[in-house]
């Protein structure tokens, strides 16, 4: 089988640095620059880095080719690591309204109060208690003659859980749940880079989860957009919450595909481990041609089911739903089935459930923050709307 583009992602800080060239063709030249690059990446905001790369010398339309991936990998990188004291609400806005820019797509933003009057309740419920204001941001870009396509990222900027409080290690690295956000605005910056003939819509719900006097509360009722009532069980389950309301108002926009990503269940880590992201579809044939992406880039995901008898779980004395259930089992497919209630049965929809995080060094793949299916999704877009 073809070697896995960071077959050689450990070297530029275990070669001495210098320059360097690649004999023979064991990997192809595309997939070396690519886990060269991003074995080279150290986030180093807060300090200098100890030691230079070495270097690889490629042609430059090599390095032409993978920069895109590169550019975006070090982007969502970089959201993931930076420690949510800088990372909060309005600076993941802010990383929206930059690619905006940079691409000459338009933004809208609404936030604190705002977010009642323009139809999302859940993200403010899940958002009030802290002092930096809750917040949605909406990116366009496209020909409006073309396919709409539309990406939903979830980002809690700290997950503290709420008032159903996290431990100290559950909460230690929840600077990392705004995971969803990055990849999905990640993928719009390979989508506008790669000129994909689509009309882009892109719906980032960004809170942090605190606790004060008025945080949304175990047992609260809240009238999502969609006008499903859910029953708060669990604080800490609130991924789902803001991302129902931000999947309801993309599917208001009836796009050829819908595509959601969060850092939403342990459930996922506990059944697949932190390798695999774990992916739900409402239609086999979108899914398979994902899969195939997949493994052609060596960039996995696992599918589990919608399974619809466990709807159960998440049932309601008082209100349409739970946004969880007394039972702790199959938690990433309940996940998947609450946001499910909020996707039309006629929208073909994608959710992915990833870690975006390595607890340790691998080649390519330093401890941290870490794309996890972007190369996939790129290249399956790629395949579903083809240029020329």
């Known amino acids: 089988p073809a070697l896995p583009p960071f077959a050689l992602g450990h070297l530029p800080y275990r070669l001495p640095a210098d ?14 620059a690519l886990g060269w690059a991003l074995g080279s990446y150290r986030f180093a905001r807060y300090r200098d880095a100890h030691v230079e790369p070495a270097r690889l010398l490629l042609p430059r339309t090599v390095l032409d080719e ?4 590169v550019e975006a990998v070090t982007r969502l990188r970089d959201m993931i690591n930076t420690p949510a004291q800088d990372m909060g609400p309005a600076e993941v806005c802010a990383a929206v309204r930059e690619v905006a820019a940079r691409f000459g797509a338009r933004c809208r933003e609404w936030n604190g109060d705002g977010l009642l009057k323009a139809g999302f309740p859940t993200v403010h419920a899940v958002g009030r208690a802290s002092p ?32 159903d409080l996290k431990t100290h290690d559950g909460m230690r690295w929840m600077k990392k749940d705004m995971g969803g956000a990055a990849h999905a605005l990640a993928l719009a910056q390979l989508v506008m880079a790669s000129k994909l003939p689509v009309r882009l819509l892109l719906v980032i719900p960004t809170v942090d989860n605190a606790v004060a006097g008025d945080a949304l509360r175990p047992g609260d009722v809240v009238r999502t957009r969609a006008g499903i009532t859910v029953e708060v069980d669990n604080t800490d ?34 059944a697949l481990g932190p390798d695999l992201p ?10 398979n041609d994902l899969l195939a992406a997949a493994d052609a880039q060596h960039d996995p995901l696992w ?21 969880t259930g007394a039972s702790r089992h199959a938690g990433a497919i309940t996940a998947a089935l609450y946001l499910q209630n909020f996707v039309p049965a006629s929208q073909p929809w994608l959710h992915v459930d990833a870690y975006a995080w390595n607890d340790v060094d691998r080649p390519g793949r330093p401890r941290g923050g870490d794309a996890q ?16």
């Open 132 to 163: 930096r204001a809750p917040r949605v941001i909406e990116m366009t870009w496209g020909n409006p003659k073309h396919p709409l396509l539309a990406l939903v990222g979830k980002g809690v900027c700290f997950d503290t859980g709420g008032l």
């Open 373 to 388: 299916s972007l190369r996939a999704f790129h290249a399956f877009l790629r395949g579903r709307y083809p240029r020329g």
């Open 237 to 270: 389950a609130e991924g789902r919450l803001i991302l129902c309301d931000a999947l309801a108002f993309a599917a208001e926009n009836k796009p050829d595909l819908l595509i959601d990503f969060a850092t939403l269940t342990g459930a996922a880590r506990v």
């Open 303 to 323: 599918r589990l089911p919608l399974w619809q008898p466990y709807r159960t779980m998440l049932a309601s004395a008082c209100a349409d739903t739970c946004n």
């Open 66 to 69: 993978v920069a895109p991936t």
């Open 19 to 32: 320059d360097y060239r690649l004999d023979g063709d064991a990997l192809s030249a595309h997939d070396a």
């Open 278 to 287: 774990a992916l739900f579809a409402n239609r086999d044939g979108v899914a």
